[in-house]
């Protein structure tokens, strides 16, 4: 068993994949047709993912780092989700979504 592994989540892991985070939702605009089903999709994923982060928020002020953490890897999956799919335009920036492949 590897003895060096970090197994601690700390208030500046937390705030660093929040700011990520926040950045992502900042940067993706829809990128589907605004009177489409598919636009719906994306503003609902887009609202999901806010929502997660602020949950983030919430449960790093409570001191609650394992949930803060699940909070903002679910928030960036939504983001993530609909940036691989195309729903949202991210400028292939792959330094804040999963999308290295699909240039």
């Keep these: ?43 609902d994923a887009l609202d999901m993912a806010k929502r997660y982060i602020e949950d983030a928020e919430h449960f790093k002020n409570k001191k609650d780092y394992v949930r ?16 691989r799919q195309g729903y949202i335009n991210v400028d292939y920036d792959s330094t804040l979504f999963t999308i290295d492949d699909l240039e």
């Design 1 to 43: 068993m590897n003895e060096n592994i970090n197994n601690t989540i700390t208030k500046e892991h937390i705030e660093k994949y929040i700011e990520i985070s926040r950045k992502a939702l900042k940067k993706a605009k829809i990128a589907v047709p605004k009177k489409t089903h598919f636009y719906k999709i994306a503003e």
């Design 68 to 83: 803060a953490l699940s909070a903002v890897n679910y928030a960036h999956g939504w983001l993530d989700s609909i940036a």
